[in-house]
């Protein structure tokens, strides 16, 4: 019996020094994942994104798809920012389109009766999801691919999978040695 408490004590000392090899070199990038994921659900509480302004008129007629895009553009160009735009969200029921733009962070919302700028603000919830996920870095350096939001996602996600696996062996192998040495 005493061989067998030695050996669940050697493999439990064994998973500690994985556990903990693994855990230093992560604990910056587990840290930056817990705190943007927590800025991440609480977004909307922290108002992080911007809010949707509602326009109904229905008397007037709802402006073109091309219309909205000039507006962006002509709009997004006067404040002397890039005007490739990346999405509109067209939503003619709320009387709105919302125009995000590729090579920075901000967004437009535009009157779909009147083509007036409802608003203009930056999507920090954005910025915070590329940070959370890695692609801040592609983003940074221009890539047309992910290779840094794929290398951080792969090695986090694995490192907090095996930071699991060890952690239930350092939480188990402790009580196995105690009830062995209970049965001696």
């Not at 002509?74 to 490739?84: A, C, K, T």
């Not at 992910?146 to 951080?152: E, I």
Request: net charge positive; glycine share 4%; aromatic share 12%.
């Amino acid at each position: 019996m005493e061989l067998k408490r030695k050996k669940l004590a050697k493999q439990s000392r064994w998973y500690r020094k994985v556990h903990r090899f693994i855990a230093m070199p992560l604990v910056v990038f587990m840290f930056i994942l817990g705190a943007t994921g927590l800025l991440l659900t609480w977004k909307d509480e922290l108002q992080l994104k911007p809010t949707s302004q509602k326009v109904l008129n229905q008397e007037l007629e709802i402006i073109g798809l091309d219309s909205i895009q000039a507006i962006a553009i002509n709009y997004i160009s006067s404040l002397n920012l890039s005007s490739e735009i990346n999405r509109i969200d067209y939503r003619p029921n709320k009387g709105m389109a919302k125009v995000r733009f590729e090579n920075h962070f901000t967004e437009i919302q535009i009157d779909c009766y009147s083509g007036a700028i409802l608003s203009h603000k930056t999507r920090t919830a954005d910025i915070i999801e590329m940070i959370h996920d890695g692609s801040i870095l592609d983003y940074f350096f221009g890539n047309q691919s992910t290779p840094f939001k794929l290398f951080y996602s792969t090695i986090t996600s694995l490192g907090l999978m095996l930071l699991a696996f060890t952690g239930f062996w350092l939480w188990l192998k402790p009580k196995q040695i105690k009830n062995k040495k209970r049965s001696n």
